[in-house]
């Protein structure tokens, strides 16, 4: 690790991300001593705080959200990390504070992490801002050829854009700023321990590569579900809605690392490559094959306008057009107010081309099916057809691994300590890079733009709170004598 001093600017910091992921999530690093040994965390924000503000906000934010135990001692040399400055992201002259607060932190050269979770609409400011004071060029400074030329990286958070046209200018933007290599885009998904485990559960073994294609998967499943209504974000996702909100991002994602080829090694390179083939590999979707619809009383929560039409639920059936996949059906579905919290992707395996036993279930209840179980109860099942004792059938049974088993995980690491650990080390293996981006807007595009303008397009459906979703979902999947699966639940406990 190096020793010279690192930077993390936090941009928003007074926010609820910030609260609740950014500041537990350093600390349980730090806690690990897996941060740099020279650190220091300054947080951005328009409020009139001081250090001292920043600090108690820390401080409550970790005795509430941190997972692991608080620590006083640690707690006092991490305290002693922060610091707070004063910007009002669209002026410019502001950043001059900034930039001084920076200098005298730094005595020096350092390394810089600028974290953006404020709203997205000062992204470009504050990125032009810092570029405006040359706040982004890496090689200012330390000259000394023995060094690593001191770096300056930038997180920014989603959603990246609204579309496909202001994700493109928003690149534009970043990218007269910061060089791609620079720019870590964050999809929270991606450092789920359990999203990540599907690169290893597919290229650290060899028994389900030979299997993984059209000749033997019937169909891939990717679940999205909340519990939660949109509570007190209608402001926000009333604009947004379910695709831009999910859909666009976390269920892609999930789906590029289901069907991406093997990349030749685990880094950002190798491995973007291979995701962003299979969203180009994306036939378009058609309306008929999708299904929007709003939970019943949305229309009634506090700042949903009376009429709205946005979707809190969204079905889609999708190809991809390449060798592998060519005519399988990858379902996507994710919706608010559902009856569980589960992410879940179920493959599900062919029927044996001759069947010589009877079966206990029907239809695709009686397939091969694996479910990697992204939360809760993170694992995998894999459902294979058994002999009843005593009688002459077949059943369904459920071979399991449960992470808190298997590796006595009571609490996996949050997503953020993952991301932001690989983003001062510098790899970008888990951030979404821009052709990335924008090849899922140009998937989810189309969709939004059709539900809203096309006759043709299918109505909008309600649904019960607290079910699974509206009829049409499960007609969607019914054509091809298809069904939903769920598997992973951790019911009971
Ligand atoms: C966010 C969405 O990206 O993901 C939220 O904006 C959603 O609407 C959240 O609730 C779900 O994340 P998780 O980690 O709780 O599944």
């Known amino acids: 690790m190096s020793d010279r001093l690192t930077v993390i600017a936090i941009f928003g910091v007074t926010g609820d991300l910030a609260r609740r992921k950014l500041i537990p999530s350093l600390f349980n690093n730090y806690m690990k001593r897996r941060l740099p040994r020279e650190l220091k965390i300054v947080g951005v924000g328009r409020r009139d705080w001081t250090d001292d503000t920043l600090i108690e906000h820390a401080r409550q934010s970790l005795q509430e959200f941190a997972a692991a135990q608080f620590n006083e001692s640690d707690w006092r040399h991490f305290r002693s990390c922060l610091s707070y400055s004063k910007v009002n992201l669209p002026h410019t002259e502001t950043y001059q504070n900034l930039k001084d607060h920076l200098a005298a932190l ?58 496909l046209a202001t994700a493109q200018s928003l690149n534009k933007a970043v990218h007269a700023v910061f060089a791609e290599s620079q720019v870590y885009r964050i999809d929270h998904y991606l450092g789920k321990e359990t999203a990540q485990n599907i690169l290893f559960m597919r290229f650290a073994n060899t028994i389900f590569e030979p299997i993984w294609n059209r000749s033997h998967i019937s169909n891939v499943q990717v679940t999205v579900a909340e519990t939660v209504d949109v509570g007190t974000r209608a ?60 939970y019943e009383g949305y229309r009634g929560a506090n700042g949903v306008p009376p009429d709205s039409d946005t979707p809190t639920y969204a079905a889609l059936r999708l190809f991809i057009d390449n060798w592998r996949w060519k005519d399988i059906p990858f379902y996507l579905r994710s919706g608010k107010a559902l009856q569980s919290k589960t992410t879940q992707v179920n493959i599900q395996f062919k029927r044996p081309p001759n069947s010589i036993f009877e079966l206990a279930e029907s239809g695709d209840a009686s397939r091969n099916m694996l479910s990697i179980c ?13 002999k009843v004792p005593d009688e002459q059938i077949a059943k369904s ?44 807007w140009r998937i989810v595009d189309p969709v939004i733009e059709g539900w809203k303008n096309d006759p043709a397009a299918p109505p909008m459906q309600t649904y019960r709170k607290g079910s699974w979703g509206p009829d049409a979902a499960d007609e969607l999947l019914d054509r091809e004598e298809h069904i939903w699966r769920i598997s992973c639940f951790d019911e009971g406990k």
Do not use: C
């Not at 992490?113 to 404020?118: H, N, T």
């Not at 992204?374 to 058994?386: L, N, R, S």
């Open 374 to 386: 992204i939360q809760p109860d993170e694992g995998m099942h894999m459902t294979i057809q058994a």
């Open 397 to 440: 049974v459920d071979m399991e691994l449960h992470y808190d088993d298997a590796f006595m995980a009571d609490e996996l690491p949050d997503a953020y300590e993952r991301l932001i650990l690989d983003a001062i080390n510098g790899d970008a293996a888990l951030f979404i890079r821009s052709d990335e981006i924008e090849s899922a």
């Open 106 to 163: 730094e005595n020096g050269t350092s390394n810089r992490l600028y974290y953006l979770s404020v709203a997205p609409e000062f992204y470009e400011d504050v990125v032009m801002n810092l570029g405006r004071l040359d706040m982004a060029r890496e090689n200012s400074g330390d000259t000394d050829s023995r060094h690593d030329p001191p770096w300056r990286r930038i997180v920014i958070e989603k959603p990246f854009g609204y579309d």
């Open 235 to 294: 402001g926000y996702y009333d604009k947004s809605g379910v695709m831009r909100d999910m859909v666009q991002n976390h269920l892609l994602q999930l789906l590029s690392l289901i069907a991406m080829e093997p990349p030749s090694a685990f880094d950002g390179h190798a491995l973007r490559n291979e995701k962003v083939k299979v969203l180009q590999a994306a036939r378009a979707v058609r309306l008929g094959d999708t299904v929007r619809a709003q």
